[in-house]
């Protein structure tokens, strides 16, 4: 059974980056409910141990915070997600997949988040989470009531990313080989799985996700189609290779949109297909029924 108290195709559609925030803290339901629901958490899809928890910013912390902390990308927030994963193949992911599932947790309790692999203090959250040897942090989020109205930064990087705009379906999504769009039309069941991937966020929204179902069976190959920005020195920190990541936000809007439509199946990462790659895209996982 979900826990979520509304449907996900919806929580996925409310979703949206919040970067200013009313400066309430947290009541006390709704911080009782989000670690419930943290405390839950098992394994990722990759098996990778991941561990989240609310995190508070003190006044000096906010202090800071608005300097350094997030970079001056957040406004008035005072709770964060944050947590830590172990190094393992697949950290990076993982840790993509249950953070964006508790965003999508918060969303659906009416709470504003926004993803931040990159504009936040990494050694202050490192702190607060008491990272340990052989974890890496990879992003964090604020999780709070939005302001009334967005600030002057929060509205223009959303103009800077061209935040609401999602690439077609025949960019995204592929059936037999990369040469072969697949359309809504010939999703069957798995329509609105392949319709949340695209709605999903994704760094600076590059939309590294690309789907190959495999014809004449639900079988959907996941595969990376990396943006040269995005493979530089940052990317070889542990946890730092932001579209990883964006990785494991697709896996979670897939599974979870494909779990509420009574679909059952499991990713792994398996044998990439046979099949001629456009430039720089990898084989990431694969989604199969039992
Ligand atoms: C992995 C990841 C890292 C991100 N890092 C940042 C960040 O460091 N700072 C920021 O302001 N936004 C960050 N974002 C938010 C994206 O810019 C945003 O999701 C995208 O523009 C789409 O907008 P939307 O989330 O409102 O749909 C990140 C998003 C993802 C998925």
Same mark, same amino acid.
Request: aromatic fraction near 10%; glycine fraction near 10%.
């Given at each position: 059974?979900?826990? $979520? ?10 979703? @949206? ?10 009541? =006390?339901?709704? &911080?009782? +409910?989000?670690?419930?629901?943290? =405390?839950? #958490?098992?394994?990722?899809? $990759? ?7 609310l995190v508070e910013a003190s006044a000096e912390d906010r202090a800071e915070l608005r300097k350094l902390g997030t ?6 927030? &005072?709770? #964060?997600?944050?947590g830590a994963v172990r190094q393992a193949p697949m950290d990076t992911e993982d840790y993509g997949y249950l953070l ?17 692999? =990159?504009? *936040? ?14 974890? @890496?942090?990879? =992003? ?5 009531? %939005?302001?009334?109205? +967005? ?6 990087? +959303? ?13 995204? #999504? ?22 949340? %991937? ?5 760094? @600076? ?14 079988? *959907?190959?996941? *595969?990376? /189609?990396?943006?040269? #920005?995005? /493979?530089? %020195? ?34 792994? %990462? ?9 430039? &720089? ?6 989604? +199969?029924?039992?």
């Open positions: 059974m979900t826990p $979520f108290p509304k449907p996900i195709t919806d929580v996925i559609r409310e979703r @949206s980056s919040w970067r200013s925030y009313d400066g309430r803290p947290l009541e =006390a339901a709704d &911080r009782a +409910r989000l670690e419930e629901f943290l =405390a839950g #958490f098992g394994a990722g899809p $990759f098996g990778g141990r991941v561990r989240l928890q970079y001056g990308a957040v406004k008035g927030a &005072r709770t #964060f997600l944050a964006e599932e508790a965003i999508l947790f918060a969303t659906a309790l009416g709470l504003g988040t926004c993803w931040l692999g =990159a504009s *936040f203090n990494r050694s202050g959250f490192a702190s607060k989470v008491d990272l340990k040897q052989g974890e @890496s942090l990879p =992003a964090v989020s604020p999780v709070g009531y %939005v302001a009334a109205r +967005r600030t002057v930064v929060d509205a223009t990087t +959303r103009l800077f990313a061209r935040a609401k705009k999602r690439k077609p379906w025949e960019e995204l #999504f592929f059936e037999g080989d990369f040469t072969t769009p697949l359309l809504p039309a010939r999703a069957g069941a798995y329509e609105d799985a392949l319709e949340m %991937v695209r709605l999903a966020p994704s760094a @600076s929204n590059r939309q590294p996700w690309r789907l190959l179902k495999e014809a004449g069976g639900d079988v *959907f190959h996941l *595969f990376i /189609s990396r943006t040269a #920005f995005y /493979s530089g %020195v940052v990317a070889k920190r542990p946890g730092g290779d932001l579209q990883r990541l964006d990785m494991g936000i697709a896996a979670c809007h897939f599974a979870l949109t494909a779990r509420e439509a009574g679909l059952a199946g499991e990713w792994e %990462v398996g044998e990439p297909p046979a099949v001629e790659l456009p430039a &720089r895209t990898t084989y990431v996982a694969s989604w +199969r029924a039992p």
